[in-house]
T-cell receptor
Framework: DVKVTQSSRYLVKRTGEKVFLECVQD?????MFWYRQDPGLGLRLIYF???????EKGDIPEGYSVSREKKERFSLILESASTNQTSMYLC?????????????FGPGTRLLVL | GQNIDQPTEMTATEGAIVQINCTYQ??????LFWYQQHAGEAPTFLSY??LDGLEEKGRFSSFLSRSKGYSYLLLKELQMKDSASYLC??????????WGAGTKLIIKP
């Protein structure tokens, strides 16, 4: 079974703090994604990565950056957290190619910025 | 713009059947997913349709009509554990996943 883990389930930070959200997958997947999920808005893509050291902006990259130094790890960074970044953050992993492409999600990190 | 529409909330009775609809307008189409998400948890994969027709998987079935930009998820013999949000997502021509806001399904005894 694919396993995607995230460093924290719940996180409370103050405005202006730098926040690191870590995601690790153990299935050697090429593609990794960071989403945020807010009520009534569905999942919105922040950044994704197709390979080590590669990153692409999603729909809402502003206020975020990412790092992919190793294939199994994709980090989301909030340089200076703001209250509007309070949200549920979901990491996903996807194997390139194959008959059916599905994203495997981590358990999510619920971030509260005060 | 790209858009996926699903009802916000639906209510059904244990043991009954419920159909959750999804309509989409996207730049291209390379498949449609249904995911289940229990409150506070990550989405889990339910089904994938890329060709027109019905795909059946146990109590759950998913239907696709590409010409109509329409899909539905059919849940039979509803159980209390089926109470969850159901997310529709479409892969567009750039192979990006476009997500609907999800349908919250409430099951009553």
């Amino acid at each position: 079974d694919v396993k995607v883990t995230q460093s924290s389930r719940y996180l409370v930070k103050r405005t202006g703090e730098k926040v690191f959200l870590e995601c690790v997958q153990d299935m050697d997947h090429e593609n990794m994604f960071w989403y945020r999920q807010d009520p009534g808005l569905g999942l919105r893509l922040i950044y994704f990565s197709y390979d080590v050291k590669m990153k692409e902006k999603g729909d809402i990259p502003e206020g975020y950056s990412v790092s992919r130094e190793k294939k199994e790890r994709f980090s989301l960074i909030l340089e200076s957290a703001s209250t509007n970044q309070t949200s549920m953050y979901l990491c996903a992993s996807l194997k390139a190619g194959g008959e059916v492409e599905t994203q495997y999600f981590g358990p999510g990190t619920r971030l509260l910025v005060l | 713009g790209q858009n996926i529409d699903q009802p916000t909330e639906m209510t059904a009775t244990e043991g009954a059947i419920v159909q959750i609809n999804c309509t989409y307008q996207t730049s291209g189409f390379n498949g449609l997913f249904w995911y289940q998400q229990h409150a506070g948890e990550a989405p889990t994969f339910l089904s994938y349709n890329v060709l027109d027709g019905l795909e059946e998987k146990g109590r759950f079935s998913s239907f696709l009509s590409r010409s109509k930009g329409y899909s539905y998820l059919l849940l039979k013999e509803l159980q209390m554990k089926d109470s969850a949000s159901y997310l529709c997502a479409v892969i567009d021509s750039n192979y990006q996943l476009i997500w609907g806001a999800g349908t919250k399904l409430i099951i009553k005894p």
